[in-house]
């Protein structure tokens, strides 16, 4: 089944706790993105990867770090977490270039810094 | 860089009534207009999308409609369902990116009464 997948789905952590949040993709998409959700300000991008080793800055970079190692991953990592950085996130993953473009979303991850 | 605003933020409408979501968009160099839709609890969907080479799309009862040069776009719902009931969002992106570079509205949450 093609999917995205992301663990964990829920998360209570606290300020100053490194985490990882990982993605998995089994659909050998090269674009892969990471999004966070809040009430009232929609879907922000975070950081997003073209391909293998290629990553880049979204729109609210700052306090997270990704890597993009292999195709099929692209984990997001919180070195010191706090907690505006409380949110729901979203994995993504599309073919990249014109064509299908749809971004498959994974299930969330619901992370509560505390 | 991209900025999409997207009106109303909620919406209520009757069953069989048609409900109209739109979205303003300020980089003339986007050319590509997706709609996803977000069940409550669930990820995002996409919907229905549209090129800037194309005016109008539909889909059975949803459409999209494309004003380059006033910079909007328009999600139509026909005769709406209670299953249509969701928060809905618009994005746009441009060719630089491959069409993924999503910057997404702060979404129309849609109640559909029976």
């Known amino acids: 089944e093609a999917q995205v997948t992301q663990n964990p789905r829920y998360l209570i952590t606290v300020t100053g706790k490194k985490l990882t949040v990982t993605c998995s993709q089994n659909?050998?998409?090269?674009?892969m993105s990471w999004y966070r959700q809040d009430p009232g300000l929609g879907l922000r991008q975070i950081y997003y990867?073209?391909?293998?080793?290629?990553?880049d800055k979204g729109d609210v970079p700052e306090g997270y770090k990704v890597s993009r190692k292999e195709k099929r991953n692209f984990p997001l990592i919180l070195e010191s977490p706090s907690p505006n950085q409380t949110s729901l996130y979203f994995c993504?993953?599309?073919?990249f270039g014109t064509g299908n473009n749809e971004q498959f979303f994974g299930p969330g991850t619901r992370l509560t810094v505390l | 860089g991209e900025n999409v605003e997207q009106h109303p933020s909620t919406l209520s409408v009757q069953e069989g009534d048609s409900a109209v979501i739109k979205c303003t968009y300020s980089?003339?160099?986007?050319?590509?207009f997706p709609w996803y839709k977000q069940e409550l609890g669930k990820r995002p969907q996409l919907i229905i999308d549209?090129?800037?080479?194309?005016g109008e799309k539909k889909d059975q009862r949803i459409a999209v409609t494309l004003n380059k040069t006033a910079k909007h776009f328009s999600l139509h719902i026909t005769e709406t369902q209670p299953e249509d009931s969701a928060v809905y969002f618009c994005?746009?992106?441009?060719?630089?990116?491959?069409?993924?570079?999503?910057?997404f509205g702060t979404g129309t949450r849609l109640l559909v009464s029976p």
């Open positions: 659909m050998n998409h090269e674009y």
């Open positions: 994005a746009a992106s441009g060719r630089n990116t491959g069409f993924q570079k999503l910057v």
């Open positions: 980089d003339s160099a986007s050319n590509y």
């Open positions: 993504a993953s599309s073919w």
């Open positions: 549209i090129r800037s080479n194309v």
């Open positions: 990867s073209m391909n293998v080793e290629v990553t």
